[in-house]
C-alpha cells in the first residue's frame, strides 16, 4: 500500500472508533461514584496491593468445608 492508502485508511478507522464511542456512550450509562465510595475504593485498592487479601482458592476450600 502506498502512504496516501494508509493515511486514507487510518483516518477511516478514526472516524469509526469515534462513532463507537459515542454509540458506547449511549448503551453504557455512565454512574457516578460518590467521593466516599472512591475512597473505600482506593482503600481496598491498596490493601490489595500490599498483600491484605484473601486467596480466592483459599476461600473456597473454607466455604465448602
Avoid: A
Avoid at 493515511?7 to 454512574?31: A, G, S, W
Avoid at 457516578?32 to 481496598?44: A, P, W
Amino acid at each position: 500500500m502506498n502512504e496516501v492508502s494508509l493515511n486514507m485508511v487510518y483516518k477511516e478507522i478514526v472516524t469509526v472508533r469515534k462513532k463507537l464511542e459515542t454509540f458506547e456512550d449511549i448503551i453504557i450509562p455512565k454512574e457516578e461514584v460518590s467521593k466516599d465510595e472512591l475512597e473505600e475504593i482506593e482503600r481496598l485498592k491498596e490493601e490489595s496491593l500490599k498483600g491484605e487479601h484473601v486467596k480466592w482458592d483459599e476461600l473456597k476450600k473454607e466455604l465448602h468445608s
